[in-house]
């Protein structure tokens, strides 16, 4: 599973991977996440990303990134 940035052409570090809590949307999520070798965190748009396998690779990140935060809300 390999995220990619479409503006910056690297991969998003898995890991460092969350959902950006200040953005609200009714239809859309920002990611946070840092670029491999990077160290700053970047902010992405869904639609700014690209996945190996499609955008059902980053819709299934998504959910388990916004089941992640409903854990740990709970």
């Known amino acids: 599973m ?3 940035s479409a503006k910056y052409a ?3 570090v898995v890991d460092s991977m969350r959902l950006d809590p200040n953005y609200s949307s009714a239809t ?3 990611i ?3 670029l491999k070798g990077g160290k ?3 902010m992405f748009y ?3 990303l690209l996945a190996d ?4 690779e980053i819709q299934d990140v998504i959910a388990a990134l916004k089941a992640k935060i409903h854990e ?3």
Do not use: F, M, S, W
């Open 40 to 42: 700053k965190e970047r």
């Open 10 to 12: 690297k991969e998003l």
């Open 2 to 4: 390999a995220i990619y």
């Open 72 to 74: 740990v809300a709970t």
């Open 53 to 56: 396998n499609g955008r059902q």
């Open 32 to 34: 946070c996440a840092v």
């Open 46 to 48: 869904v639609t700014d």
């Open 28 to 30: 859309g999520v920002r």
